[in-house]
């Protein structure tokens, strides 16, 4: 019997029964908790970080490469907030939490990966700031989106080649996944999302960015995610990459190929990983 032709996970549980979830550390636990609290202000936030001295420092090693686009200013996690703000600042220190406790199968392309999920995260702080969406929770989801196909892989180790194929894109990835397992990785995605208590706007999200036309109420944030995700197949926003999105799912942001062309990001701001590794 091939890997093609086994069952998939009959429902969610049951494939969430099969694999071990990361452990959030302490520090990013907190953090998750401030995400809705609007009295969490500098102070809150930086003393939280500040907890983890390696954290601390990679932080900071950020706000000074291209992903911040500072280059050498910041020294202090006090000025980073000043300089580019606090929300930026927590959802950059999440992601390196989220990074660091995500284990990787042998055979995967560990530096692909963190690669593909920088881009996706840059694509969806941009279009979120295009369609009136909280670009810092686009841009955490972003990052956090494909954790859903390491679980994925935990679950059936064997199916590592098959869904981890050079050169796949994120279409061709969600329809696999959904074929061999039953569901894709946005759905596992949001599952740890949900595990790690992140407000439910976020697992709304990812839950349903593979197919936000098909949810039962759209979400403005999935939709980022899945355009997001299907320009991140690619290094820069190209005419072809452009057009091969959804047209309705562009007309539902009031968003069209034009503008995206007009105004891509930075290709340096998406493509620094190697706080990841």
């Excluded at 020294?75 to 600042?89: F, I, P, S, Y």
């Amino acid at each position: 019997m091939t890997a093609s032709d086994r069952t998939p996970f009959a429902d969610l549980n049951s494939l969430t029964k099969s694999v071990v979830w990361p452990v959030m550390p302490e520090v990013g636990q907190a953090l998750i908790q401030t995400l809705n609290n609007e009295q969490a202000d500098t102070f809150v936030i930086c003393r939280i970080i500040k907890k983890d001295p390696t954290l601390t420092a990679n932080l900071l090693r950020m706000a000074n490469s291209a992903l911040f686009g500072l280059s050498g200013q910041v020294d202090t996690l006090e000025r980073a907030v000043k300089v580019v703000g606090l929300a930026k600042v927590r959802a950059r220190a999440l992601s390196l939490c989220m990074a660091q406790t995500s284990p990787f199968p042998p055979g995967l392309d560990r530096l692909a990966f963190w690669r593909y999920s920088l881009r996706c995260a840059g694509y969806a702080q941009w279009l979120a700031e295009l369609c009136e969406v909280d670009d810092q929770e686009a841009w955490l989801c972003g990052m956090l989106l494909r954790l859903g196909d390491l679980s994925v892989v935990q679950a059936r180790p064997d199916l590592l080649q098959g869904l981890d194929t050079p050169g796949m894109t994120s279409a061709e990835r969600w329809q696999l996944q959904r074929r061999l397992v039953g569901f894709d990785e946005g759905e596992v995605t949001a599952e740890l999302a949900q595990h790690w208590d992140l407000p439910q706007a976020l697992v709304r999200g990812l839950r349903h960015c593979a197919q936000p036309l098909a949810a039962p109420e759209l979400s403005r944030l999935a939709a980022v995610l899945h355009l997001a995700a299907r320009l991140a197949d690619n290094d820069s926003v190209t005419c072809q990459s452009a057009a091969e999105l959804p047209s309705l799912l562009l007309q539902t942001l009031a968003l069209d190929s034009i503008t995206l062309l007009a105004t891509q990001p930075d290709a340096g701001a998406v493509a620094d990983v190697s706080m990841f590794l």
